[in-house]
C-alpha cells in the first residue's frame, strides 16, 4: 500500500526535478566528471605514477605538453587528475552505499527492537554525532598508521550512516505503530518483510537527499584527510593528495592546489546541487512564494 | 443616499493551483455601512475568509484578485493604491481580528510590544508614548492590572485575554472598519458571548463598522443588523437579520437556519443539508447549491441565477424568486440520492 | 525549565563521558601503544622498553588502565607530549585560547553575515536575489575547507603579498616593535585565518537561517503583523526574524562539529598554533598522548558548544523559560 503511494508521488517529484535548472545541470556535471572517471585509464596522456624525467621534468607550470604541469615527482598532473577522480569517486560511492545500507540496518533493528538496544544505540548515535566526524577518522587514521584505500573506505563508511539510522528508526517507529503493519504482523510477516514493503518505501525519499549529500561531504572528507597526509598514500593519486604535494610550495607550485581545488569543488557542488534539489521537489512548499507579496497590481 | 463605507464590487480572488484555477471568491459584491455591523456567513471553503483578506490584500501567492474587481473604502479604490497607502490602510483604518489568539500573536514579544507596535507604525509615537498607550488599550479592553500584563507574553495570557488583546490591537488607531474572522471560534463558549459583547459595546462607542464573518447564525442574529449568506464563492442571499431569519428564501438559508439549534425551541431533530461544497477549482454550471437543493428542477442545471430582488433589501440568487411555486414539491437532493446509493 | 536544564547537561555530560571513553578504547585497540613513537628506536632494550611501559602502567589491565586514565583526564593530566617535550596539558593550554580567539572572532563575524544573507534571501524567496545568493551560498558550502585557505593563502600572501602566510604573529620582527606596531601585527596574521573560517561558516549559518526564516513565515502572526500596516521587509527583519534566531542558534549548535572541522583545516594551513593545527602536526610525529588529548579536548568544546547554544535559546525563548 505504502509503496503505491510513493510510487504516485514520485511521479510529480521527477517532474519538479526536470524541470528544475539546477537539477539539469548539476546532472550533466555529474555524468561527464563520472565518464571521464570511467575513461581515465583511456583519455589520461601518462601512466598517473610514473616519474617521468626527475630530473628536467620536476615542476613544471602548465604547458602544451603537461596541460595542468608536473608535480615535483615529474609526474603529469592531468593524468593523477583523471585517475585521482577514479578513487575519490569510487571511495565516495562505495562508502556511502555502505553507510546507507548501516544506517537503515541500524534504525530498523532500532526502532523496531525499542527498549533497552534501541535507547543503547540512539544514545551511541547522538555521541557520534557530537563528534566532529574529520576528526574521528583523524584519530583512527593517525593511531592505525598506513590504511588502504579499502580500510579507508570502510572508515568513511563507519562514520557516516548515523544520521540515516536515526531517520530510518524515527520512520520505523511511525510505521511499526501503522494498522496496517500490526495486521500484517499478525498475518505473520516477518520483520524483514515490514522493513522493505513498508519502512524503506517512506525512508527511500529523504535517504536519497542524505546520500547525495553524502557523497559530498565524503568527497570532502577524503580530500581533506588525504591533503593532511592520512588518506590515500602516494603514488596512488587522488585530489586531495596532488594538492598535499604542492602545499609546501603553495607560491610556487600553485597549479598543483588549483587544479584539483576547482576538481573537489565542481564535483561536490553539482553534488549538493543536485541534493538542493531534490530536497525541494520533495517538499514544494520551500519553494512557495511568501505570502504579501502578491498583491493584486503585482501579479506574478 | 451618501456613499457606503465599505463597497465591494464584483471582487474575485482566484487561486492558481497545481491542480486548476480555484475561484474561491466569484463576482462577490456588497457594502458596508459607517457605523453598521454587517455579518459574513458561509460553510468553510465558501469564500468569506478568502473575502477578509482581499479587502485588506494579504492574499497569498498563488491566489490573486482578478482585474475587474472593486474594493471602494472611504472613496478610494483599495485595489488602486500603491503598498504603501495600503500599508497605511491596514492596522490604521481598517483593521483585522483573526479566529486563532494561540497562534496570531507573536509569542516572542510582548503583548504591550505588539499594541504599541500599532501605534508607533501609524501614529509615530515614542517608545514610551506607545507603551502608555498599550497599557490604555489594554485597560479599555478589560483586561485587569493591564501594567503587568503588558510585559507578559502572549502564552502566559488565557485564550479569552488573548484575543482581548488581538480586539485592543485592532482598536489602536480607532479604524473606521474592523473586519473579525470568526472571532470567537476558537474560544470556550462562555467566553465567546463575553468577547462578543465586548466587541459590540466598544464599536458602538467609537462609532467603528465591523464586518463579522462567521460560520455561526447565532452569533449574527445577536450581532448584526444586516447578514450576507455566501456559498460557493458568491453571495446568494442578502437581507436584513430580521427579515433574514423571519423569511429566508434561498433554500441553502433555509438550511443553515434549519441546521441551526435553537435556545427555547422544542427539541426538534436538526436538519442538516446533504452533501458537501463542490471543490472551488470545479464550481458546477447553472446554480452551485443545486446537488444539495430540494427544490432544484432543470432551470438550476441550465441557468446560473442572478441575484433576485424579492423584497426592500432582500435579495436571493434562487430561480424560487421567478417560480415561486417550485416550493411546494420539494424532493430529496441529488447529493442525499447519491448517499444513498453508494451506501 | 530546571527539569530541560538538568536533563540538557545530563546528555552533555554522558556524551562526554562517551567521547572520552571511545577515545581511551581508539588507543588500545590501535596497533601499538603510547610509548612506541618515543622507544620504538635503535639502542632501546627490551628492559628499557618494559621499564617504561611499567612506569607508564601499560602492563596493567586494560580495566585498570582505563580508570586511571579516566581519573587523570578529569584532573588535567593527559601525559607528556614526546614531539613537544612538554606535558600534554601545556601544549594544549597554550593552543585552546588561540583558538577559541580565532574560533570566536570568526563565528560572531559569520552570524552577523549569515543572518544578514539569510534575511535578504527570506525576503523575496524564489527571486533573483534569492537564487543568486543561494547559488554563491552553496558554491561556498561545498568548497573544501583547507582549499579555500590555501587559495586565501595563495593569492593574498604569495601573488599580491600584502599579509604574512601564517603563525599568530612575525617571528623574527615582533618582539623589535612598538606596543601599537605589535597589535598591528597580531591583527595582520588573523585577518587571513579569520576571514577564510568566516566565509565558511557563514556559508552554513545563512543556509540555516534562510530555512528558519521560510518555517515562520506562513505563521498566523506574521499575517497578523501584515494587518497591522507594517510592510512585508519590516514584518521579515522584526517578527520573523527574532522568531527565527531561536532555531537558527539551535541548528548551528548541531553544526559546531562541521564547523570545527573548517577550523582544523585553516589553522593547519595558515599554521595557526591552536588546537587543530597541535593535533595535525601531533599525527606527522605519531605522538600518541598529544593526538587523543586533542581529539579529546576538541570534541569536547564542541559538545559544550552546542550545550551553551541549547542553554542560550532556553534563556531567550519566553516560551521554554515558563514551563
Redesign the interface.
Known amino acids: 500500500m505504502t509503496t503505491v503511494i510513493t510510487a504516485v508521488r514520485a511521479r510529480p517529484v521527477l517532474a519538479r526535478l526536470a524541470r528544475d535548472s539546477r537539477a539539469r545541470a548539476a546532472a550533466v556535471v555529474l555524468v561527464v566528471i563520472i565518464g571521464s572517471a570511467l575513461l581515465a585509464p583511456v583519455i589520461a596522456p601518462h601512466d598517473p605514477a610514473a616519474n617521468l624525467d626527475i630530473v628536467h621534468l620536476n615542476s613544471q607550470p602548465p604547458s602544451w605538453a603537461y596541460p595542468l604541469g608536473t608535480d615535483p615527482f615529474s609526474r603529469d598532473v592531468l593524468s593523477r587528475l583523471l585517475w585521482g577522480t577514479r578513487i575519490s569517486l569510487a571511495i565516495a560511492f562505495v562508502a556511502v552505499s555502505l553507510s546507507m545500507t548501516l544506517g537503515v540496518v541500524v534504525g530498523a533493528v532500532a526502532g523496531y527492537a525499542g527498549g533497552l538496544a534501541d535507547a543503547v544505540l540512539m544514545r551511541l548515535v547522538d555521541t557520534a554525532l557530537s563528534m566532529p566526524r574529520l576528526l574521528l577518522l583523524i584519530a583512527v587514521v593517525a593511531l592505525w598508521g598506513d590504511v588502504s584505500i579499502a580500510a579507508l573506505t570502510l572508515l568513511l563508511a563507519g562514520t557516516g550512516w548515523f544520521a540515516v539510522s536515526r531517520l530510518t528508526r524515527a520512520e520505523t517507529l511511525v510505521v511499526r505503530e501503522r494498522e496496517f503493519v500490526i495486521a500484517a504482523r499478525m498475518l505473520g510477516a516477518s520483520p524483514w518483510r515490514i522493513l522493505t514493503r513498508h519502512v524503506l518505501p517512506n525512508v527511500a525519499a529523504p535517504g536519497l537527499v542524505a546520500a547525495t549529500l553524502g557523497i559530498a561531504n565524503v568527497i570532502l572528507l577524503e580530500a581533506g584527510l588525504s591533503y593532511i597526509g592520512i588518506g590515500v598514500r602516494a603514488p596512488a593519486a587522488s585530489w586531495g593528495g596532488i594538492i598535499q604535494d604542492g602545499a609546501e610550495r603553495v607560491g610556487d607550485l600553485w597549479w598543483l592546489t588549483l587544479f584539483p581545488g576547482l576538481a573537489i569543488l565542481i564535483t561536490v557542488f553539482a553534488c549538493n546541487a543536485l541534493g538542493d534539489a531534490l530536497r525541494d521537489a520533495l517538499d514544494p512548499r520551500q519553494l512557495a512564494p511568501a505570502p504579501g507579496t502578491t498583491t493584486s497590481d503585482r501579479p506574478r | 443616499m451618501t456613499a457606503p463605507l465599505l463597497e465591494l464590487d464584483n471582487l474575485r480572488t482566484y487561486f492558481y493551483t497545481d491542480t486548476g484555477v480555484a475561484r474561491s471568491v466569484d463576482g462577490v459584491s456588497f457594502h458596508v455601512g459607517a457605523g453598521e455591523t454587517v455579518g459574513v456567513v458561509g460553510e468553510s471553503g465558501c469564500g468569506k475568509s478568502v473575502t477578509a483578506l482581499s479587502i485588506l490584500r494579504l492574499v497569498r501567492a498563488p491566489g490573486r484578485v482578478e482585474a475587474g474587481s472593486a474594493i471602494r473604502f472611504e472613496g478610494k479604490d483599495l485595489l488602486a493604491l500603491g503598498e504603501r497607502d495600503m500599508q497605511h490602510v491596514r492596522g490604521n483604518r481598517i483593521a483585522m481580528v483573526f479566529q486563532e489568539p494561540m497562534t496570531a500573536l507573536n509569542p516572542v514579544f510582548t503583548v504591550g510590544d505588539q499594541i504599541a507596535e500599532v501605534a508607533r507604525i501609524h501614529a509615530g509615537l515614542s517608545k514610551r508614548d506607545a507603551w502608555q498607550k498599550a497599557i490604555e488599550m489594554l485597560r479599555l479592553v478589560g483586561i485587569p492590572a493591564p501594567e503587568q500584563r503588558a510585559s507578559e507574553y502572549p502564552h502566559q495570557l488565557s485564550g479569552g485575554m488573548r484575543q482581548r488583546v488581538v480586539i485592543a490591537m485592532a482598536l489602536v488607531m480607532n479604524p473606521a472598519l474592523v473586519i473579525a474572522d470568526e472571532p470567537t471560534t476558537a474560544l470556550d463558549v462562555t467566553i465567546q458571548a463575553q468577547i462578543l459583547e465586548l466587541l459590540a459595546d466598544l464599536t458602538k462607542r467609537l462609532g467603528t463598522s465591523i464586518l463579522l464573518i462567521t460560520h455561526d447564525l447565532g452569533v449574527v442574529a445577536e450581532n448584526c443588523s444586516r447578514v450576507i449568506v455566501m456559498y460557493a464563492g458568491e453571495v446568494v442571499e442578502e437581507s436584513v437579520t430580521t427579515e433574514l431569519f423571519a423569511h429566508a428564501h434561498h433554500p441553502y438559508t433555509e438550511g443553515l437556519l434549519g441546521a441551526m439549534p435553537r435556545v427555547g425551541g422544542e427539541a426538534e431533530r436538526l436538519a442538516t443539508i446533504p452533501g458537501t461544497v463542490p471543490p472551488p477549482t470545479a464550481w458546477p454550471d447553472g446554480c452551485r447549491f443545486r446537488d444539495r437543493c430540494p427544490y432544484a428542477w432543470e432551470r438550476c442545471e441550465r441557468e446560473h441565477p442572478p441575484l433576485y430582488q424579492i423584497g426592500a433589501g432582500h435579495t436571493s440568487r434562487c430561480h424560487l424568486a421567478v417560480e415561486p411555486e417550485r416550493r411546494a414539491h420539494p424532493h430529496p437532493p441529488l447529493a442525499a440520492q447519491r448517499g444513498a446509493t453508494a451506501a | 525549565m530546571r527539569r530541560y536544564l538538568s536533563g540538557r547537561l545530563l546528555?552533555a555530560v554522558?556524551?562526554v563521558f562517551?567521547?572520552t571513553t571511545?577515545?581511551f578504547l581508539?588507543?588500545h585497540l590501535?596497533?601499538?601503544d603510547p610509548l612506541q613513537a618515543a622507544l620504538d628506536r635503535p639502542g632501546v632494550t627490551p628492559e628499557i622498553r618494559a621499564h617504561w611501559r611499567a612506569e607508564f602502567g601499560l602492563d596493567r589491565p586494560i580495566g585498570e588502565q582505563y580508570v586511571r586514565w579516566v581519573t587523570n583526564a578529569a584532573r588535567g593530566e593527559l601525559g607528556y607530549s614526546f614531539s613537544y617535550h612538554r606535558p600534554v596539558r601545556d601544549v594544549l593550554a597554550d593552543a585552546l585560547p588561540r583558538t577559541l580567539l580565532l574560533v570566536g572572532l570568526a563565528l560572531s563575524l559569520s552570524f552577523a553575515l549569515g543572518i544578514a544573507v539569510g534575511v535578504l534571501q527570506?525576503?523575496?524567496?524564489?527571486g533573483t536575489r534569492d537564487r543568486w545568493l543561494g547559488r554563491s551560498l552553496?558554491?561556498l558550502?561545498?568548497?573544501?575547507?583547507?582549499?579555500l585557505a590555501?587559495?586565501a593563502?595563495?593569492l593574498f600572501?604569495?601573488?599580491i603579498p600584502i599579509l604574512p602566510?601564517g603563525g599568530i604573529v612575525d617571528p623574527v620582527l615582533h618582539d623589535y616593535l612598538s606596543l601599537g606596531g605589535r597589535a598591528v601585527d597580531r591583527l595582520r596574521h588573523i585577518v587571513l585565518p579569520a576571514l577564510t573560517l568566516t566565509l565558511l561558516s557563514s556559508a552554513v549559518i545563512a543556509r540555516h537561517q534562510r530555512?528558519a526564516l521560510?518555517d515562520v513565515?506562513?505563521?498566523?502572526?506574521?499575517?497578523?503583523?501584515?494587518?497591522?500596516?507594517?510592510?512585508?521587509r519590516d514584518?521579515v527583519r522584526r517578527?520573523a526574524l527574532?522568531?527565527s534566531l531561536?532555531s537558527t542558534i539551535t541548528l548551528v549548535g548541531l553544526s559546531l562539529?562541521?564547523l570545527?572541522?573548517g577550523a582544523?583545516?585553516v589553522e593547519?594551513v595558515f599554521s595557526w598554533p591552536g588546537m587543530g593545527m597541535v593535533?595535525?602536526s601531533?599525527?606527522?610525529a605519531?605522538d600518541?598522548p598529544l593526538?587523543?588529548a586533542g581529539?579529546m579536548v576538541?570534541?569536547v568544546s564542541?559538545?559544550v558548544g552546542?550545550l551553551v547554544a541549547d542553554l542560550a535559546v532556553a534563556a531567550a525563548?519566553?516560551?521554554i523559560g515558563?514551563r
Request: hydrophobic content about 55%; proline content about 6%.
Open positions: 546528555q554522558s556524551v562517551l567521547v571511545l577515545t581508539l588507543v590501535a596497533p601499538g527570506a525576503e523575496r524567496v524564489g552553496l558554491l558550502y561545498s568548497v573544501p575547507d583547507f582549499w590555501l587559495l593563502l595563495l600572501a604569495y601573488r602566510a530555512s521560510l513565515l506562513p505563521s498566523d502572526w506574521m499575517r497578523t503583523a501584515l494587518a497591522k500596516g507594517l510592510s512585508w514584518a517578527h527574532r522568531n531561536l562539529p562541521s570545527a572541522a582544523i583545516f593547519k593535533t595535525v601531533a599525527i606527522a605519531r600518541y593526538i587523543t581529539v576538541i570534541s564542541v559538545v552546542a525563548d519566553p516560551r515558563m
